[in-house]
């Protein structure tokens, strides 16, 4: 498998991003071929010659199916090779963590996505890496943690509780201790921000969430522009065999056309809903790095090209009115995972691993591409219900 990309494959260079998602990965425009790849239903693949890792050969080294997506990932991430397509955003995760040495001290933000410090805190309990947890908007603090690590693991914003890690000073920082940088960017997605043009050594996805973004498939992705890391990447996913499927890459692809739209309208809409919760008398606070009272708000807009559309608030009369909220929304859907074209509401602390720092009345709202005021309207109501 070649590194670079087929010249006849390649749309025109220096497309905003908002173009990139719309053209990139398309089949070679020869006549009569099809404006969207295939999907390639083949375990095995025709040849006689040595074969690695990475090489066509067989359905669990790759696919041809998955190249189109990773392409294009690598191009919204400004990546220099192709992403890798992962079964999951976990076993992205997973393989991201496995490029830590035997041994290795790995530095993660306390509130991380859940399922990925718990990754992190099993392999700990069984003595395969030192964890060390760090409140990632304190940059002095996480600094401070760098001796000795070997893996620093960013979130930006965190999931759910949206603080907003310095990307660059941290990366820095980071690599002069001489550890690798990790950035799990589902959140803001490449559209928000692209932390290999920070320094990061390694992005990752659930592209579950925006990018496949209409709550139908389960997927992940890591890009690197580093050759070796990349290889090794490969290697984990063609062992380990957590290979994505070549529809729900597909799949994934499609809902990525229409991202920029997507999040253009989502972000909109969650600006106007956080400035009303801000003045709504039934809540306690409210976090999202749109506000220019958030104290993520001026790293944000230094970093970040939008401020994306997740927003948590706390809802006043603790844990029984939060969920008194969730309860009474009609429109907003109760169910976990977020970056969906429909907007979700969960009280995270229902999952009996979220850290307890997290707290009890915290709802995350996953806001939508549907009409804001009718949102409004729905979250309104509900919250007026939590008021008795
Ligand atoms: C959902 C999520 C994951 C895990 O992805 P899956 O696709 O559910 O396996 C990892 N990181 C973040 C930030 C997430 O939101």
């Keep these: 498998?070649?590194?670079?990309?087929?010249?006849?494959?390649?749309?025109?260079?220096?497309?905003?991003?908002?173009?990139?998602?719309?053209?990139?990965?398309?089949?070679?425009?020869?006549?009569?071929?099809?404006?969207?790849?295939?999907?390639?239903?083949?375990?095995?693949?025709?040849?006689?010659?040595?074969?690695?890792?990475?090489?066509?050969?067989?359905?669990?080294?790759?696919?041809?199916?998955?190249?189109?997506?990773?392409?294009?990932?690598?191009?919204?991430?400004?990546?220099?090779?192709?992403?890798?397509?992962?079964?999951?955003?976990?076993?992205?995760?997973?393989?991201?963590?496995?490029?830590?040495?035997?041994?290795?001290?790995?530095?993660?933000?306390?509130?991380?996505?859940?399922?990925?410090?718990?990754?992190a805190e099993q392999l700990a309990a069984r003595g395969v890496l030192t964890l060390r947890t760090v409140d990632i908007a304190d940059?002095?603090?996480?600094?401070?943690?760098?001796?000795?690590?070997?893996?620093?693991?960013?979130?930006?914003?965190?999931?759910?509780?949206?603080?907003?890690?310095?990307?660059?000073?941290?990366?820095?920082?980071?690599?002069?201790?001489?550890?690798?940088?990790?950035?799990?960017?589902?959140?803001?997605?490449?559209l928000g921000q692209r932390p290999l043009e920070s320094g990061a050594d390694v992005v990752l996805h659930s592209v579950t969430k925006y990018l496949a973004g209409h709550s139908d498939v389960i997927l992940g992705a890591v890009v690197t522009s580093d050759e070796a890391l990349r290889k090794r990447l490969i290697e984990h996913r063609s062992l380990h065999g957590a290979i994505a499927g070549p529809f729900e890459t597909w799949l994934a692809l499609r809902g990525v056309r229409t991202l920029a739209l997507r999040i253009e309208r989502s972000q909109a809409t969650a600006a106007l809903l956080a400035e009303r919760l801000l003045a709504h008398p039934g809540i306690e606070a409210v976090r999202y790095p749109g506000l220019p009272q958030d104290p993520g708000h001026e790293r944000a807009k230094a970093q970040m090209d939008g401020f994306g559309s997740i927003i948590a608030i706390e809802v006043k009369g603790g844990e029984e009115a939060a969920g008194t909220v969730v309860d009474a929304v009609r429109l907003w859907v109760p169910a976990t995972s977020l970056g969906g074209v429909e907007s979700?509401?969960?009280?995270?602390?229902?999952?009996?691993?979220?850290?307890?720092?997290?707290?009890?009345?915290?709802?995350?709202?996953?806001?939508?591409?549907?009409?804001?005021?009718?949102?409004?309207?729905?979250l309104a109501q509900a919250l007026e219900k939590a008021r008795g």
């Excluded at 006549?31 to 969207?36: L, Q």
């Excluded at 992962?86 to 490029?99: Q, W």
């Design 139 to 190: 940059t002095e603090a996480v600094k401070a943690q760098l001796p000795g690590a070997d893996m620093l693991w960013l979130e930006s914003p965190t999931n759910p509780m949206l603080e907003i890690a310095e990307l660059k000073v941290l990366t820095d920082a980071a690599h002069a201790a001489g550890a690798l940088v990790v950035a799990d960017n589902t959140f803001s997605t490449p």
């Design 344 to 378: 979700l509401i969960e009280r995270r602390r229902r999952h009996v691993n979220e850290p307890a720092s997290v707290p009890e009345n915290l709802l995350r709202l996953s806001v939508g591409i549907e009409n804001a005021e009718d949102l409004w309207a729905d």
């Design 1 to 119: 498998m070649t590194d670079a990309f087929p010249a006849a494959d390649r749309h025109p260079e220096n497309l905003a991003p908002d173009t990139v998602v719309v053209s990139a990965g398309r089949p070679a425009r020869t006549h009569d071929a099809a404006v969207n790849p295939p999907v390639v239903l083949s375990s095995t693949f025709v040849g006689r010659g040595e074969v690695e890792h990475g090489d066509r050969a067989y359905g669990r080294y790759s696919n041809p199916s998955w190249d189109p997506f990773e392409e294009t990932l690598a191009e919204l991430e400004g990546a220099r090779l192709p992403g890798l397509v992962f079964a999951s955003g976990l076993a992205a995760v997973s393989a991201a963590i496995s490029l830590l040495p035997a041994g290795g001290v790995l530095v993660m933000p306390q509130h991380s996505y859940q399922g990925s410090l718990a990754v």
